[in-house]
C-alpha cells in the first residue's frame, strides 16, 4: 500500500486572510511543497470545499472565531487534527480585531448597522479561548518564510520553535536607527523577535503584533515611555495588536 | 419553485454563499450571504489616533491591504490639510499599480480562469498548463515585490504613511525590478492572448458604470467620480449625496444604490469609462476582442483585469521615470493634528473604495465611514444573477451552479472587505 502523505489543512476564520496570502507570496515554497505533503482546504487555491471532519495530521488556523460557524469549525477541526497551529496575530493573541474589546461592544455594533439589530456581535477571543492550540506562527501578517520553515521542522520530525529574542536583538543587527531613543514609541524591546524587524526597516516603531518575547522586562519599557507618554497613551499602543492582554495575564 | 443553494464559494476573499429561486419562468431572485463575522473595523476605530488608522483599515484585507492603506492616508491628509508632494504621488501610484498587477494576476488567473476551462483545483491547473500558471505566478510576484520595495512589505505596507513615505524606498532595487519592465510586459501580453483563446459565456445587461475618471491617465489614485448612465460626476466630499447605503437586517454587508439603482465598480466599469486613458499595448490588447464598447457582458471583467495588468505595467514604468526625474525629493511632509472631516476615494483592484474620518483637534478619531468596492457591486451582481437565472433554466444543476460561481467570481468579489 502507498504510504499517504502528510495531510494539511488551512483554514482562515473571520479576518483578512492576509497570512494566506503570506504563504502565497512565496509560490515556489508551495509548490515544492505540495509535492511533499497534502495541502487541503487552502480555499485561495482549490474548489472542493473539504469537510472539517477528515481527519488532519496538522491544521493551520488564521484569523478571529466570530460566528457560530467560525467557533464550530474550530472546535471540530480540533477534534479531526494531530496538530491545531495558529498564524497571525488574530488566532494567536486576538490581534486588530481585538481592539472591539475595548469599546461597548454593543455601542459600537449600532453604531456601524444603525442600530439594526440581527447580527452576531461575538467577542473577539484568540483561538486558545475556546481549544488546545499546539504551537503558535506569531505576527501581523506572519512571514512566509517562517511558516514553511516551520512545515519542514515538522515534516523531518523536529519540535517546532521560535527563537526567543526581542525584537530589539534584530533591529540592532541590521543597524537601523533606534526610535525608542528618539522618543517614538516601539515595543520591541519585549516584542517576540523572529520578523527581522521589519518595520523598523521603514521607521515605524514595533507595536507587539508577534506577542511578548519569554522574560519581557515590560516595566522596563514602560519606564522609558513615561518619560514623554502618559499610561493612557501607553496603554493605546498596548492595545493594538493584543500585547495589553498578554501583559495582563503575566 | 426551484431553488438553488451554494455553500461557501471559495477562491474568493472572504467566505459567502449563494441562494437563489426561480419565482416562474422569466424571473428569479439571488441573494449572496456573507459568512464572514461582523469585526466593526469603523467602531474598533472610534478614539483611537488619526496615525492608526491607514495601519488598522489596511487589516480588512490582505489581498488589497494597500488600497485601504492609501484610501485611509487620502482622507486622513484631506482631513488634516496636508498637502503631499509630486514624487510623494508619484511613488503611491507606482505602489496602487503594483497591487493591482498581482491582485489581478491572481483573481483573474487562478481564480476565474479555471471557471472558464472547468478546472476546479489551481494545482491541477497548474500541472495542467505550467507554461502559462509559471509565467502568471511571475506576473504576479514582480507586482508583489514592487510593492514590497515601496511599501516596505509584501502584505500590509509599513512604509506608506499620512504624509507620504517613512524612507525612500531602495532605488537600486527598484531599478533592477523596473529593468525587467518590458519583459513583464511581454508576459502579461501572453497571458492575456492564452486566456482570450477560450469563449466567455453569453451575457449582456446594461447597468451604470462607476469609477474615477480623469483625462490625464487612467485614473486609479485620483480622479473625479463618474457614473456612466446619467454621466454626472461627483467628488468624495459629495459621493454620498446620491449614493446611499442600506443596512438591512441580519445582512452583514451593507448593500449601496446610486440614486435607487444598482451599479458595478471594477475592472470592467473603469475600461468602459475610461478606455480612452489606456496605454497603448494594453489598449491594443482591448482591440482584439472587437468588441463594442461599453461592454455588458460582465463576465468580461475577468478580460478587463488582464488588460489592466498590461496597462499597470505601462503606467507604472511612465511614473518611475517622472519620479527618477525629480531632484530634491521630499518624501515626508509635516502632519499635525487638527480637528476636520476628510474624504477620499481611489480605485481598489476591485473597484472604487471610500474612506471618510471626522477628527478632534487632539486628532482623534469621532467618526468613520468605509464604503468598500464589493459592498458597492453586490446588489448590481445580484440583479446580473437574477437575470442569468432563467436564461439558465434548462441546464444541469452541475452546470447551472458552475455558471452561478464563475458569475460571482468574475466580479472579483472581496467579502472580508465588503464585511469588514
Redesign the interface.
Known amino acids: 500500500m502507498k504510504k499517504s502523505k502528510v495531510k494539511i489543512g488551512i483554514f482562515p476564520?473571520?479576518?483578512?486572510?492576509?497570512?494566506?496570502?503570506?504563504i502565497?507570496?512565496l509560490?515556489g515554497k508551495l509548490?515544492e511543497l505540495?509535492s511533499k505533503i497534502e495541502i487541503v482546504n487552502f480555499?485561495?487555491?482549490?474548489?472542493?470545499?473539504h469537510l472539517e471532519t477528515e481527519s488532519y495530521d496538522i491544521v493551520f488556523v488564521e484569523g478571529?472565531?466570530?460566528?457560530v460557524?467560525?467557533i464550530q469549525l474550530l472546535k471540530r477541526v480540533r477534534k479531526h487534527s494531530k496538530y491545531v497551529i495558529s498564524i497571525g496575530s488574530c488566532a494567536h493573541i486576538g490581534?486588530?480585531?481585538h481592539?472591539?474589546q475595548y469599546?461597548d461592544?454593543d455601542?459600537?455594533?449600532n453604531?456601524?448597522?444603525?442600530g439594526?439589530?440581527?447580527?452576531?456581535?461575538?467577542d473577539?477571543k484568540p483561538l486558545s479561548a475556546y481549544v488546545k492550540v499546539d504551537f503558535a506562527l506569531p505576527g501581523?501578517?506572519i512571514t512566509g518564510e517562517e511558516f514553511y520553515d516551520f512545515v519542514y521542522q515538522l515534516l523531518i520530525g523536529k519540535a517546532p520553535s521560535i527563537t526567543q529574542n526581542p525584537v530589539c536583538y534584530e533591529c540592532q543587527i541590521q543597524g537601523n536607527q533606534c526610535l525608542l531613543q528618539h522618543g517614538d514609541v516601539c515595543l520591541g524591546p519585549i516584542t517576540q523577535g523572529g520578523c527581522s524587524a521589519?518595520?523598523l526597516?521603514?521607521?515605524?516603531g514595533c507595536?507587539g503584533c508577534r506577542g511578548l518575547v519569554e522574560d519581557a522586562e515590560v516595566s522596563n519599557l514602560v519606564k522609558k515611555l513615561r518619560e514623554k507618554y502618559s499610561d493612557k497613551e501607553i496603554a493605546?499602543f498596548f492595545e493594538?495588536f493584543g500585547v495589553k492582554e498578554m501583559i495582563n495575564k503575566k | 419553485m426551484k431553488t438553488i443553494k451554494i455553500n461557501h464559494i471559495a477562491k474568493t476573499e472572504g467566505h459567502l454563499s449563494f441562494v437563489g429561486a426561480m419565482l416562474d419562468n422569466n424571473f428569479a431572485q439571488a441573494h449572496i450571504e456573507t459568512e464572514e463575522g461582523a469585526r466593526l473595523i469603523e467602531g474598533i476605530l472610534l478614539g483611537r489616533k488619526y496615525y492608526e488608522a491607514p495601519i488598522i483599515t489596511s487589516r480588512i484585507c490582505g489581498v488589497c491591504p494597500i488600497v485601504h492603506n492609501l484610501t485611509s492616508i487620502k482622507a486622513m491628509e484631506s482631513a488634516l490639510n496636508v498637502k503631499v508632494t509630486p514624487e510623494i504621488i508619484l511613488l503611491r501610484k507606482i505602489l496602487e499599480n503594483a497591487q493591482i498587477i498581482h491582485s489581478h494576476a491572481i483573481h483573474a488567473y487562478f481564480f476565474s480562469f479555471p471557471d472558464i476551462i472547468g478546472v476546479s483545483n489551481n494545482f491541477n491547473l497548474i500541472n495542467k498548463f505550467p507554461k502559462e500558471s509559471k509565467i502568471a505566478l511571475e506576473v504576479r510576484d514582480w507586482g508583489v515585490q514592487l510593492a514590497r520595495i515601496i511599501g516596505g512589505r509584501t502584505v500590509h505596507p509599513i512604509n506608506s504613511v499620512i504624509g507620504g513615505f517613512n524612507v525612500e524606498p531602495d532605488l537600486k532595487e527598484l531599478d533592477e525590478f523596473m529593468a525587467m519592465k518590458d519583459e513583464v510586459l511581454k508576459k502579461a501580453a501572453q497571458i492575456y492572448n492564452f486566456v482570450i483563446k477560450y469563449k466567455l459565456p453569453k451575457f449582456q445587461r446594461p447597468t451604470n458604470y462607476v469609477s474615477l475618471k480623469s483625462n490625464s491617465e487612467y485614473a486609479v489614485y485620483d480622479g473625479k467620480i463618474y457614473f456612466s448612465d446619467n454621466k454626472s460626476y461627483d467628488s468624495a466630499e459629495t459621493f454620498l449625496r446620491d449614493v446611499q447605503e442600506i443596512v438591512l437586517p441580519h445582512e452583514k454587508v451593507k448593500r449601496t444604490q446610486h440614486l435607487e439603482r444598482a451599479f458595478m465598480v471594477g475592472a470592467l466599469a473603469r475600461l468602459n469609462n475610461s478606455f480612452d486613458q489606456l496605454n497603448p499595448e494594453a489598449k491594443k490588447a482591448w482591440n482584439k476582442l472587437k468588441i463594442k464598447l461599453p461592454c455588458y457582458n460582465s463576465f468580461y471583467n475577468i478580460l478587463a483585469q488582464v488588460v489592466e495588468i498590461v496597462n499597470c505595467i505601462e503606467e507604472l514604468e511612465k511614473d518611475y521615470k517622472l519620479y527618477k526625474k525629480i531632484s530634491d525629493k521630499k518624501l515626508l511632509v509635516e502632519v499635525k493634528p487638527r480637528s476636520g472631516k476628510g474624504y477620499a476615494v481611489m480605485e481598489a483592484p476591485r473597484g472604487l473604495l471610500y474612506h471618510e474620518y471626522e477628527l478632534n483637534a487632539q486628532g482623534n478619531i469621532l467618526h468613520c465611514n468605509v464604503i468598500t468596492p464589493t459592498a458597492m457591486f453586490l446588489a448590481n451582481l445580484e440583479k446580473d444573477l437574477e437575470q442569468l437565472l432563467p436564461q439558465i433554466k434548462n441546464y444541469s444543476d452541475k452546470k447551472q451552479k458552475d455558471l452561478i460561481k464563475t458569475l460571482i467570481r468574475a466580479y472579483d468579489p472581496c467579502i472580508s472587505c465588503a464585511t469588514h
Open positions: 476564520l473571520t479576518g483578512c486572510e492576509g497570512c494566506c496570502v503570506a502565497l507570496d509560490p509548490l505540495q480555499r485561495l487555491m482549490e474548489e472542493e470545499s478571529s472565531p466570530l460566528t460557524h467560525d490581534g486588530i480585531y481592539m472591539k469599546h461592544t455601542k459600537i455594533h453604531y456601524v448597522y444603525r439594526k439589530k440581527g447580527i452576531e456581535n461575538i473577539v501581523c501578517p521589519i518595520c526597516k521603514s521607521k515605524q507595536w493605546k493594538v
